[in-house]
């Protein structure tokens, strides 16, 4: 089963700087299809934070950013803030015809 | 600003059929080319993608789940809806509506609050 693999869990310090990858394969993010990515604070809905790989909505802080290399994405956290705590997902399409998303990473600001 | 609300029995016995509406609000279900979608969280876990319907009623499942899911679209309401046959103890979880904003697979903005679906004797 196509799988996008994050790590369970990150941390940082408040004002670091922290990154959050997400693995994929040939048959999703190294086909070249886009990766978004979610923040999910606890008992809310997901919120997109990064969308097309590399672009923000309107509203989320230019502290947050979007990279894809290869078969892999990363989010980038600067300026780490304690209100980041959060759940972030990282979502891909599959030609297995199905969206994936990752597992989740949880990011604790220490 | 579009919003929407998923609502439906918060109970769901074994081997019965889960059945979730989502209604849109501040736009209309039909307007633009919209996909509208179904995701769930199992407590504690991750996200899954369960489908996407286009406003017209063509459907996009998950692989995984086909065989139990049917989604449609009620244009008269500015709804739609899961259903989720056969349910089990596996199927407990979070279940959000979403729109999958530039195609049935794509990113998904906004979502619903979510509603709790608990799958139990």
């Known amino acids: 089963q196509s799988i996008l693999t994050q790590p369970p869990s990150v941390s940082g310090a408040p004002g670091q700087r922290v990154t959050i990858s997400c693995i994929g394969s040939?048959?999703?993010?190294?086909?070249?299809?886009?990766v978004h990515w979610y923040q999910q604070r606890p008992g809310t809905a997901p919120k997109l934070l990064i969308y097309?790989?590399?672009n923000r909505p309107s509203g989320v802080p230019d502290r947050f950013s979007g990279s894809k290399s290869g078969t892999s994405a990363s989010l980038a956290i600067t300026g780490l803030q304690v209100e980041d705590e959060a759940d972030y997902y990282c979502?891909?399409?599959?030609?297995?015809?199905?969206?994936?998303f990752g597992g989740g990473t949880k990011l604790t600001v220490l | 600003q579009l919003q929407l609300q998923e609502s439906g029995p918060g109970l769901v016995k074994p081997s019965e059929t889960l059945s979730l509406t989502c209604t849109v609000s501040?736009?209309?279900?039909?307007?633009?080319?919209?996909?509208w979608g179904w995701i769930r969280q199992p407590p504690g876990k991750g996200l899954e993608w369960i489908g996407s319907?286009?406003?017209?009623?063509?459907?996009y499942y998950n692989p995984s789940l086909k065989s139990r899911v049917t989604m449609s679209v009620d244009t008269s309401k500015n709804q739609f809806s899961l259903k989720l046959t056969s349910v089990t103890a596996a199927d407990t979880a979070m279940y959000y509506c979403?729109?999958?904003?530039?195609?049935?697979?794509?990113?998904?903005?906004?979502w619903g609050q979510g509603t709790l679906v608990t799958v139990s004797a």
């Open positions: 979403a729109r999958p904003k530039s195609g049935a697979y794509s990113k998904f903005d906004p």
């Open positions: 501040g736009g209309s279900i039909t307007s633009g080319s919209y996909y």
């Open positions: 319907i286009f406003y017209s009623g063509n459907t």
């Open positions: 040939s048959s999703n993010i190294g086909a070249g299809y886009d």
């Open positions: 097309g790989n590399s």
């Open positions: 979502q891909s399409y599959d030609s297995s015809l199905t969206s994936l």
